[in-house]
């Protein structure tokens, strides 16, 4: 027995790291190589031609912002909500129904709800209807535009919508593992008002702690595809739906330019996490 | 007498490390060989090796004459009962004790015969249904025993096992071991820090103490070995009693 | 009042999504500015029934086939790697570099691999599709697994093999029971992570692997609200009810 489990741990984890590490930084070094010519269908030979034209490419830069800003407003705007709801409603989020309907988005696919808040908000959309039909609108160029909006608003919207139900189930845990209902009353016994507790104790709480998923959110955000590939506008794009399109464009030429965004944004996520856990654990000790 | 076990040279490191050096025993039939030792002594390496769950780097195992090394552990009916009486939580303490049983595929009526008597034997008959996490820490253990004693191993080894119990409930295991012992012929190997313990159980006596093992000829020469601990313990009672 | 008020408003929030995919699936000729559909009728929904067009049915089966492979086998292996990385001595190493696909967006990963599953004659294939989706599945149940592999599960199986048990018997008769809720969550888990995938099977199948998602998109894409709200709903089932059967398994989260 030994012998075989020992033969089967030698060759499992080097399978295993081959296909989690392995095959994700191959692909990464097969991105940089052909950003640099050496790698592709179409590769000719090293060439700085594409990194010296970065500069040039205002795309990829406008689609990091333009990604940030979503994914700041869509976990900000959550997070505030998910906040709001266990400061303000403890009694209901204690008691069933309400735990129960903050589980629904659970089963929804991000491309679902991007398809049924189209449904809901474009301007052939339901919402148009209703404010037509209650007079508020008279056409349907009167409806503002809510999804493939330049702002992003669908986007966010729909990420808040997936987001803010769990974020609140995770501050509600926090909120009772950390016993905050007794430090309330110690709080107020301490002669601090409701409001005091809220502000000076629940609330740097509940988000101290919950500050890596909020972080995580952020990041997943910042890479999401299925949503603002249905409610987003050709320009600006979001991170994956840039990358993504560049890569599947029919003419190859475009290839190299698309490696080079793959290669730098998989990077600086990969900073990103470095640093944040870095941050994180220096923060633990 | 012939011996049931034989131990010769056995030696194991873990890497550079000695675990076990040059270990020898004897032990007979109905023997309950107590060794005295503490944490880190090689006494947990020395009984996983006998059950077959460690391989020794070196030396010979003799079971009545039969080669032990190239058995794997579930053809050595030598069983290891651990400080945690590891219940299967999963199952009832009936199907706990007729587990060795059922993997040997033991006829059903034959099943329920011989787990019915030994659960009454270790008085735990009212609690043939019950799942272990509602039972005490002295009846778990009982189940363990039971789960260990029905399959009838050849060898015994138990490693601190009452080591989690309070003082009175060690006590009343202690008891019922030697009692299940005697009854059933069990030959064991019974390893414990508590020199008391060690008398109480002991037929045989042995000292381990960084992989060494010192087996004694008779349980006064156990008493008088000084790193036992023992005469010293005597002589402190013997000064308390003095002072009075 | 307050604390009644918000639940209804909630449950309406969260319930309009059911309420509209049903009316979409079912209207006919709905056209701006009508706040209702004109007439209802069973077409889309029976298309799934139907001999000619069972494209539908076909996502259905695939997505199926699909998440319930990527369940089982991310499941088993990560069973089996979280044991192998718990006797590793780089267990906390390994661990690291299980996250490293999380850190990726999926759709990223999966241009990054492109290459790769095209040199293996895998693009546009399931198998491709399958090995992306374990790409990310795998490590997932492994690091949710890994907790169970402590140094006690090691003495239930020491023990149970000097109790008379060959290792098969001893993984099945106490290891499989012992470590069964957390396959049951691994298991959840992983197949709800594959049956919502759309961008990764997207990019890597060249939407050729039509799976439930990637028709949705593509009936979006032809402006066929009524298929895309069926398949919509389709998608929403079987995580429903397992979410019902499941629920207090699904709300653990990896350690």
């Known amino acids: 027995m030994a012998a075989s489990s020992s033969f089967f741990s030698r060759t499992l984890l080097p399978a295993y790291g081959l296909l989690v590490v392995g095959l994700p930084l191959a692909g990464l070094g097969y991105a940089l190589a052909g950003s640099l010519g050496v790698a592709g269908p179409l590769a000719g030979g090293f060439t700085l031609h594409y990194w010296r034209g970065l500069g040039a490419q205002t795309g990829l830069l406008g689609a990091v912002l333009y990604s940030a800003w979503i994914a700041l407003a869509a976990v900000g705007v959550a997070a505030a909500l998910a906040l709001w709801l266990v400061l303000g409603a403890q009694e209901a989020l204690r008691r069933g129904p309400l735990r129960l309907l903050l589980h629904l988005p659970l089963l929804m696919p991000a491309l679902v709800v991007a398809f049924y808040l189209f449904q809901l908000l474009s301007r052939s959309g339901w919402l148009s209807r209703l404010s037509y039909q209650s007079g508020l609108t008279t056409s349907i160029e009167g409806f503002p535009e809510l999804v493939q909006d330049a702002a992003g608003v669908g986007i966010i919207l729909a990420h808040v919508l997936l987001t803010f139900p769990l974020l609140t189930l995770l501050l509600q845990a926090i909120y009772e593992e950390s016993r905050l209902d007794e430090f309330r009353q110690l709080t107020l016994t301490l002669g601090a008002s409701g409001g005091q507790f809220r502000r000076r104790v629940a609330a740097p709480v509940l988000l101290g702690r919950a500050a890596p998923t909020l972080l995580l959110s952020f990041i997943a955000t910042l890479g999401a595809y299925d949503i603002p590939l249905l409610l987003g506008r050709p320009y600006p794009q979001m991170l994956s739906v840039y990358i993504a399109t560049r890569l599947q464009r029919f003419d190859l030429r475009e290839l190299p330019a698309g490696y080079l965004a793959g290669f730098l944004v998989a990077l600086g996520l990969l900073a990103l996490i470095g640093l944040l856990v870095r941050l994180h654990r220096r923060h633990a000790l | ?244 | 009042m307050r604390s009644r008020l918000l639940p209804a408003l909630l449950g309406l929030l969260l319930a309009l999504p059911f309420v509209l995919l049903g009316l979409l699936a079912l209207a006919e000729q709905w056209r701006w500015p009508a706040a209702l559909p004109p007439a209802y009728s069973l077409t889309a929904v029976r298309s799934l029934l139907g001999a000619t067009d069972n494209d539908l049915l076909a996502g259905l089966g695939r997505s199926l086939l699909l998440a319930g492979t990527v369940a089982v086998l991310a499941t088993g292996g990560g069973l089996a790697v979280a044991r192998a990385l718990a006797r590793s001595t780089r267990s906390a190493r390994w661990e690291a570099a299980s996250y490293l696909p999380y850190a990726l967006p999926p759709v990223l990963l999966a241009t990054l691999i492109q290459p790769f599953i095209i040199r293996l004659h895998l693009s546009g294939s399931g198998v491709g599709v399958l090995l992306g989706l374990l790409l990310v599945a795998l490590p997932y149940a492994t690091l949710l697994l890994r907790s169970f592999w402590t140094p006690q599960v090691a003495e239930y199986e020491s023990l149970a093999r000097t109790l008379g048990c060959t290792s098969a018997q001893a993984f099945r008769r106490v290891l499989l029971p012992l470590a069964w809720p957390r396959l049951r969550t691994a298991l959840f888990q992983t197949f709800l992570l594959a049956w919502f995938d759309f961008g990764l099977t997207n990019v890597l199948s060249v939407g050729k692997v039509r799976t439930l998602t990637v028709q949705v998109f593509a009936y979006v894409g032809e402006a066929n609200s009524q298929l895309a709200a069926v398949a919509s709903l389709l998608l929403l089932l079987p995580p429903a009810l397992l979410l019902w059967l499941n629920r207090p398994a699904l709300l653990r989260r990896p350690e």
């Open chain 2, 1 to 244: 007498m012939s011996a049931l076990l034989t131990v010769t040279s056995l030696t194991k490191r873990f890497g550079s490390q000695p675990v076990l050096l040059n270990v020898s025993l004897e032990l007979g039939s109905g023997q309950v060989l107590a060794v005295l030792g503490r944490s880190g002594g090689g006494k947990t390496t020395l009984l996983k090796i006998l059950a077959g769950l460690e391989a020794p780097d070196d030396g010979q195992l003799y079971l009545l004459g039969q080669d032990l090394r190239p058995l794997p552990p579930n053809e050595r009916q030598v069983v290891y009962l651990y400080q945690e009486p590891l219940l299967f939580p999963h199952l009832s303490v009936f199907e706990n004790v007729a587990f060795g049983l059922r993997i040997r595929r033991v006829p059903e009526p034959e099943v329920q015969a011989q787990v019915t008597a030994m659960l009454a034997e270790l008085d735990l008959l009212d609690h043939a249904r019950k799942a272990p996490h509602q039972l005490s820490g002295g009846q778990r253990q009982r189940v363990a025993f039971g789960r260990a004693l029905i399959i009838r191993p050849r060898l015994l080894l138990l490693d601190e096992p009452f080591g989690n119990l309070d003082a009175q409930t060690r006590a009343d295991m202690q008891q019922l071991f030697l009692h299940v012992s005697r009854q059933h012929q069990i030959s064991s190997i019974f390893v414990t820090h508590d020199s008391r313990e060690a008398l109480t159980v002991g037929s045989r006596f042995a000292y381990l103490e960084a992989g060494q093992l010192t087996s004694f000829a008779a349980r006064a020469d156990f008493v008088q070995d000084p790193r036992t601990g023992i005469t010293s313990e005597l002589a402190f009672w013997r000064s308390v009693e003095a002072q009075r």
